[in-house]
């Protein structure tokens, strides 16, 4: 008897820790779902990619109708202007549009068109500088063997960055090497920044407020340096 009692009292353990598992292993599985989040925040205009998810398991209780939850349903999905996703957060479907056709245009102000400065022509530290952030543009030219050097355009607001091929380069990713930066300009200054072109050397700068918000770019016309007609 007292042999049958060993062999038991683990027998039962066994099938009752069996038992607590299928339990609650239902009950988990029943009550959690995975879904997918966002790997990093993710800011407007930003086309949704598979390195922009990540899974995980919440109560199926807290989810409903608005939020998109399935890999297929995110991917190639953009993020709305004056929208941002954080790291983390689920995916509504009012935060997301299934094409922006001009995403630098999105963020123009009337009267005003994108400018593409290629890194290569001008000064630049491209470390320093990231979309939604203001530039100044300087003018440096060499007047009898003695540099001049001015700010000929304030306040240019950076709406895209591109590596080589044209690819947007979003915030988060450190190893695409910028190639373009696209700006906000006023239509009648392009004329004179093409001229400053060829006239000198063109840095960009950081503005000194480079994280203000509604400024538009604003032409210095008593510049030193760029001949401005009197």
């Known amino acids: 008897m007292k042999k049958k009692v060993i062999w ?3 027998a039962l353990c066994i099938l009752a820790s069996g038992v607590f598992a299928y339990v609650m292993k239902e009950r988990y599985t029943d009550r959690y779902v995975k879904v ?3 790997s990093h925040q993710l800011v407007q205009r930003t086309r949704i990619g598979e390195e922009d998810l990540e899974e995980m398991s919440v109560p199926k209780s807290i989810l409903n109708s608005d939020i998109l939850s ?3 349903d995110l991917i190639g999905k953009y993020v709305k202007l004056s929208c ?3 790291k983390g957060s689920f995916f509504y479907k009012g935060a997301l549009d299934s094409e922006i056709p001009d995403l630098a245009g999105t963020l123009l102000m009337k009267d005003q068109v994108s400018y593409d400065i290629y890194v290569n022509e001008v000064r630049i530290n491209t470390g320093s500088l990231q979309r939604g952030m203001y530039t100044d543009i300087y003018l440096t030219v060499d007047d009898r063997q003695k540099p001049l050097s001015d700010v000929l355009i304030r306040n240019c607001r950076i709406i895209g960055v591109y590596d080589g091929s044209g690819k947007q380069i979003l915030p988060y990713d450190r190893e695409s090497r910028t190639q373009i930066l696209s700006v906000a300009l006023e239509k009648g200054d ?5 001229t400053a072109l060829h006239m000198g050397e063109i840095t960009v700068l950081p503005a000194s407020d480079p994280y203000q918000n509604g400024t538009r770019s604003e032409l210095n016309r008593e510049c030193e340096v760029y001949p401005f007609p009197e």
Not at 190 to 194: F, G
Request: charged fraction near 20%; aromatic fraction near 0%; charge should be negative.
């Open 70 to 72: 399935e890999k297929e």
């Open 190 to 194: 392009v004329t004179v920044l093409n």
């Open 84 to 86: 941002q996703i954080p």
């Open 8 to 10: 038991i009292v683990p």
């Open 36 to 38: 997918c989040v966002a």
